[in-house]
């Protein structure tokens, strides 16, 4: 069998360039393995040869990583290789992006199997961890034989298409991809099984981490009400009839705006809900129950408010999901920002 | 309180002359059943089918599966407040035959599609794939409204499964099981220096359509309760939760075979000391929820003096708050938790699996799957309960790729699933 062609990517400080004061340097190769690189080949042995080494400063890298990993990719290209080792880049905060960046390129663009191997808490895990294969590492280079054994590991894995077993058996960081599988015995009966392990104090493992929710710090209070412009944004789906904007009825990835200066109330058959995720008949009833047009043009007569917004916001919240929320929060906060909009009600259902 | 349960295994159902069970087999009279539900004029018509475990068929529009159970000795009947008068059960002798349910299925508008396929990969997932299934197919009286249909076939599915079980009063069951938990002061015979163990039974109660039943009413006023272990077995809690996506109610057949519920009692007395099921509603507005919480960990702490409990949701989105605030009122008064969640972490499995992460205590989790991926369905030689899917334009006989969400109790929130997530 030939042997397998392996390029190894690194930064300038392991490609024996120079530290911080040559982080600055652009892409170059070398052929045959240096530094890390010869740990590299000794764990291939007679698996692979290094054919050539991509070396490339952290700065620049970072400074602008399209630029840089194409330019890195060219390179690569040019020896032919069956795979790609990257790093490893432990703890090193520029360094391990750019090694999940160029994995996730040569991937995708030569189609050929990419490895890198990081620190958990590397930056570069939450940027690529979904997009390349990363082997867990030590945090400093101590761990560099070991983390090489496992990267040659999994790369002649990849290489040769074996399935792979979970990330915990073969080293590497979980992509957080969630999936199913069947379980030898029944939820209840495992619920019943952690909750002994816990109670007496004894390992255990949960199924599922607790997710963490981005926080959003709330703005500052209004400094002056009775001069603010209040505008409603409601999650209740609340449309014209017809829904002439197609907002959906559940998991929605729409919003819109329906104007509603001059009117001193919304009347029954002028707007009407479409989430399917609450009792719709009261609002149909009276669409003030979700979006008060009513009562904040009182409060606007008592000169209590500024003054009410020309246009309130609706989508749907219903089983929406975190990513398109959030991109329409994002797109609604912008609007209203752009025309000078200093408070929001925000109605949920 | 001690229920004495005799189990009939049954091994088939067919249509013929006399209701019985003879040689395992429950033999239908199918006209009989038929006049006894359409006393009620709410049904225009009902068409019984029976589906059996591998046979190439789908049950579609399915709104509630029911286990035939009756009581034969002591106080009350099954399904108490719904078809049984609204007496004390969980005591004396009951009979269930097992290996069978009815299938309560009927299409109202706004109600999600839930689908049953009875061999392939979604049968591996659900218990009452493995049964032979008598199907209820009714055609709702002209112009009925909503919550009356639901109350409609409701009805007919409770006493269709009492009917079925009657057969079994006079039968010699093949083996009967005691259940025997003691009132609380006797309830450390045998068992002390055993963790003592609560069950937290979360159900949501919150509109028409969207209401289990305890003892005939919907749980919409419900203040968390105790329940011996003994009623949910008699039927005391019903699901009339059909407008709730499939995968995120609890149906009426896992209210009565309750696996939390069962394998704490399996193993009382043996690595833990069964203390009682404390059941609650899941209430629409944040301070009845924070109110809830607090009598739920109080009873759990303080009445039964449990050392850990196991919580189980229904639904998901405002239940998650439930589950929050019952996890941290019980960890602060030093009650262990588990939580049982099905994981809705969208189609690719990245989406955070809760929608309410506020309490930082809870770091024991059962999962019971991603009710958002994808199921391959092979097609099916019958389809059983209508002609069109609800929701999905694809013909109903058809392979279908569907999320496990549609396949009733497949990520059962009471965990009576072996799905599960790995993250890779």
């Known amino acids: 069998m030939?042997?397998?062609?392996?390029?190894?990517?690194?930064?300038?400080?392991?490609?024996?360039?120079?530290?911080?004061?040559?982080?600055?340097?652009?892409?170059?190769?070398?052929?045959?393995?240096?530094?890390?690189?010869?740990?590299?080949?000794?764990?291939?042995?007679?698996?692979?040869?290094?054919?050539?080494?991509?070396?490339?400063?952290?700065?620049?890298?970072?400074?602008?990583?399209?630029?840089?990993?194409?330019?890195?990719?060219?390179?690569?290209?040019?020896?032919?290789?069956?795979?790609?080792?990257?790093?490893?880049?432990?703890n090193a905060g520029r360094y391990g992006p750019a090694c999940g960046k160029v994995c996730h390129v040569v991937q995708e663009q030569l189609g050929i199997?990419?490895?890198?191997?990081?620190?958990?808490?590397?930056?570069?895990?939450?940027?690529?961890?979904?997009?390349?294969?990363?082997?867990?590492?030590?945090?400093?280079?101590?761990?560099?034989?070991?983390?090489?054994?496992?990267?040659?590991k999994l790369a002649l894995k990849l290489h040769a298409r074996e399935q792979l077993g979970t990330p915990e058996e073969e080293g590497l960081i979980s992509r957080g991809v969630k999936k199913n599988r069947l379980a030898e015995h029944l939820a209840s009966e495992r619920a019943v099984d952690l909750l002994l392990k816990k109670i007496k104090g004894e390992p255990y493992r949960s199924e599922m981490r607790l997710p963490r929710f981005e926080k959003v710090p709330p703005a500052p209070p209004v400094e002056e009400l009775s001069k603010a412009l209040?505008?409603?944004?409601?999650?209740?789906?609340?449309?014209?009839?017809?829904?002439?904007?197609?907002?959906?009825?559940?998991?929605?990835?729409?919003?819109?705006?329906?104007?509603?200066?001059?009117?001193?109330?919304?009347?029954?058959?002028?707007?009407?809900?479409?989430?399917?995720?609450?009792?719709?008949?009261?609002?149909?009833?009276?669409?003030?129950?979700?979006?008060?047009?009513?009562?904040?043009?009182?409060?606007?007569?008592?000169?209590?408010?500024?003054?009410?917004?020309?246009?309130?916001?609706?989508?749907?919240?219903f089983a929406t999901s975190l990513a398109s929320a959030k991109q329409m929060g994002e797109a609604i906060a912008k609007e209203l920002k752009a025309a000078h909009v200093d408070a929001v009600l925000l109605v949920s259902t | 309180m001690k229920l004495e349960l005799g189990v009939c295994l049954i091994k088939d159902i067919r249509f013929a002359d006399t209701t019985r069970i003879s040689d395992h087999v429950l033999c239908v009279n199918k006209e009989e059943l038929t006049t006894l539900l359409l006393a009620d004029r709410r049904l225009g018509s009902l068409d019984l089918e029976i589906v059996r475990p591998n046979e190439?068929?789908?049950?579609?529009?399915?709104?509630?599966?029911?286990?035939?159970r009756i009581k034969v000795e002591g106080p009350g009947a099954v399904f108490p407040g719904m078809i049984g008068k609204r007496e004390r059960v969980g005591e004396g002798r009951s009979h269930v035959l097992k290996g069978v349910t009815v299938v309560e299925t009927g299409q109202i508008p706004g109600?999600?599609?839930?689908?049953?396929?009875?061999?392939?990969?979604?049968?591996?997932?659900?218990?009452?794939?493995?049964?032979?299934?008598?199907?209820?197919?009714?055609?709702?009286?002209?112009?009925?409204?909503?919550?009356?249909c639901a109350n409609a076939i409701k009805m007919a599915g409770l006493k269709a499964a009492a009917y079925l079980a009657e057969a079994s009063r006079d039968l010699q069951p093949d083996h009967v099981e005691i259940y025997d938990l003691p009132p609380l002061p006797d309830l450390d015979e045998g068992v002390k220096g055993l963790p003592r163990i609560a069950y937290i039974y979360q159900l949501q109660s919150q509109a028409d359509l969207c209401e289990p039943f305890v003892y005939?009413?919907?749980?919409?006023?419900?203040?968390?309760?105790?329940?011996?272990?003994?009623?949910?077995?008699?039927?005391?809690?019903?699901?009339?939760?059909?407008?709730?996506?499939?995968?995120?109610?609890?149906?009426t057949y896992t209210h009565q075979n309750n696996p939390v519920m069962h394998a704490l009692y399996h193993r009382h007395k043996r690595d833990l000391c069964f203390v009682g099921v404390i059941v609650m509603n899941e209430?629409?507005?944040?301070?009845?929820?924070?109110?809830?919480?607090?009598?739920?960990?109080?009873?759990?702490?303080?009445?039964?003096?449990?050392?850990?409990?196991?919580?189980?949701k229904e639904g998901g989105g405002h239940a998650d708050t439930d589950l929050m605030l019952n996890c941290q009122r019980c960890e602060e008064v030093g009650v262990k938790t588990v939580l049982v969640v099905d994981e809705p972490a969208g189609p690719d499995g990245t989406a955070p699996p809760l929608s309410d992460a506020s309490s930082d205590r809870a770091d024991a989790f059962v999962s019971t799957g991603n009710s958002n991926e994808s199921i391959e369905l092979p097609s099916v030689d019958r389809v059983i309960g209508g002609k069109a899917l609800a929701g999905v334009?694809?013909?109903?006989?058809?392979a279908l790729s569907v999320p496990v969400m549609m396949i009733p109790s497949a990520t059962s929130q009471v965990g009576f699933t072996r799905l599960t997530t790995v993250e890779v």
């Open chain 2, 393 to 398: 334009s694809d013909p109903p006989q058809g």
């Open chain 2, 111 to 148: 109600v999600p599609e839930a689908l049953l396929d009875m061999t392939g990969p979604a049968a591996e997932l659900v218990p009452f794939a493995r049964t032979c299934n008598l199907v209820l197919i009714p055609q709702f009286a002209d112009g009925l409204e909503r919550v009356e």
């Open chain 2, 216 to 251: 005939g009413d919907n749980a919409r006023k419900l203040l968390p309760t105790l329940l011996h272990p003994n009623e949910l077995m008699d039927g005391a809690i019903v699901s009339g939760n059909y407008e709730m996506p499939p995968c995120f109610k609890n149906v």
């Open chain 2, 56 to 68: 190439r068929e789908r049950i579609i529009h399915v709104l509630d599966v029911i286990e035939p």
């Open chain 1, 113 to 152: 199997p990419a490895v890198t191997g990081l620190y958990e808490e590397n930056p570069g895990v939450d940027l690529f961890r979904r997009s390349t294969y990363i082997v867990k590492t030590a945090n400093s280079a101590q761990g560099m034989r070991e983390a090489m054994t496992n990267m040659v």
């Open chain 1, 230 to 317: 209040i505008a409603i944004v409601v999650e209740g789906g609340l449309v014209p009839p017809e829904n002439p904007d197609r907002i959906e009825s559940a998991r929605a990835t729409r919003y819109a705006k329906y104007p509603i200066s001059g009117k001193d109330t919304l009347t029954q058959g002028e707007f009407a809900p479409v989430s399917g995720g609450f009792e719709k008949a009261f609002v149909a009833q009276n669409p003030n129950r979700l979006c008060p047009v009513d009562v904040l043009r009182e409060l606007e007569r008592e000169k209590r408010i500024g003054k009410l917004y020309d246009y309130f916001y609706t989508t749907t919240g």
């Open chain 2, 283 to 312: 209430h629409p507005t944040l301070h009845e929820k924070e109110r809830s919480a607090v009598m739920a960990a109080k009873l759990a702490k303080d009445i039964l003096g449990a050392d850990g409990v196991i919580i189980t």
């Open chain 1, 2 to 90: 030939e042997k397998l062609r392996i390029v190894h990517f690194m930064n300038q400080f392991f490609g024996g360039i120079g530290g911080e004061e040559m982080a600055h340097v652009s892409p170059q190769s070398k052929k045959d393995a240096i530094g890390p690189g010869t740990v590299l080949q000794e764990v291939l042995g007679k698996q692979g040869q290094v054919v050539g080494t991509v070396i490339c400063g952290d700065n620049y890298f970072a400074e602008d990583m399209e630029k840089a990993a194409h330019e890195v990719l060219r390179l690569i290209e040019s020896y032919q290789p069956d795979l790609l080792v990257a790093g490893p880049a432990f």
